[in-house]
């Protein structure tokens, strides 16, 4: 079965950076578009970006402001989210998501990681 297992997660301070890491396996992993979605406690999850899976076009969401880069490696079936000046508003889970197209709408997306918690806090 498809399983995306999401890492990288942990307590950064205010400017500080993490990689988060999501590896895929059960599918073709380059056929997928695979996307980062966050949720904070009390919100909706909110999309942060998006890759395709041949091309390696990317989308990104309001939120990653230039800070954040999604990147993929599809020889290791792991995509990427490389988040740089962290701020506490981005303290979220962190999940990955994969699908067919590079769509905002977290309904667009078939499959799901259990997520990995990112706090940005000093």
């Known amino acids: 079965q498809v399983q995306l297992v999401e890492s990288g997660g942990g307590l950064v301070q205010p400017g500080g950076s993490l990689r988060l890491s999501c590896a895929a396996s059960?599918?073709?992993?380059?056929?997928?578009?695979m996307a980062w979605f966050r949720q904070a406690p009390g919100k909706e999850r909110e999309f942060v970006a998006a890759i395709s899976g041949s091309s390696g076009s990317t989308r990104y969401g309001n939120s990653a402001e230039g800070r954040l880069t999604i990147s993929r490696d599809n020889a290791k079936n792991t995509m990427y989210l490389q988040m740089n000046s962290l701020k506490p508003e981005d303290t979220a889970v962190y999940y990955c998501?994969?699908?067919?197209?590079?769509?905002?709408?977290?309904?667009?997306?078939?499959?799901w990681g259990q997520g990995t918690q990112v706090t940005v806090s000093s």
């Open positions: 059960g599918l073709t992993f380059s056929s997928y578009a």
């Open positions: 998501a994969a699908g067919f197209r590079t769509m905002t709408f977290a309904g667009s997306y078939g499959y």
